[in-house]
């Protein structure tokens, strides 16, 4: 069974899947990709060594780490302060 989740954050695309592994268990996944002057612009990450036991809980992750770096990397820092 191919499992995989697409979502959108902050206009970029996140495809997110489970890598099965050679024990059973699953290893998050995401290619993350957005649109840059006409240009396809994407980046491949296994976020973390990290096992799940199950395809949602490693899609699941996988998720909450494009997030959290996609929002990390649109933090401002004010010049000012």
């Known amino acids: 069974m191919q499992y995989d989740a697409a979502f959108s954050h902050r206009g970029y695309l996140l495809n997110c899947a489970p890598a ?3 024990d ?3 290893q998050p996944y995401v290619v993350i990709s957005r649109s840059s002057d006409g240009e396809l612009e994407a980046n491949r990450f296994f976020p973390a ?3 799940f036991g199950n395809a949602d809980e490693a899609i699941a992750h996988a998720r909450d780490w494009a997030v959290r770096w996609i929002d990390a990397s649109h933090v401002k820092v004010d010049p000012k302060s």
């Open 20 to 22: 099965r592994q050679g």
């Open 24 to 26: 059973g268990c699953f």
């Open 49 to 51: 060594d990290l096992r």
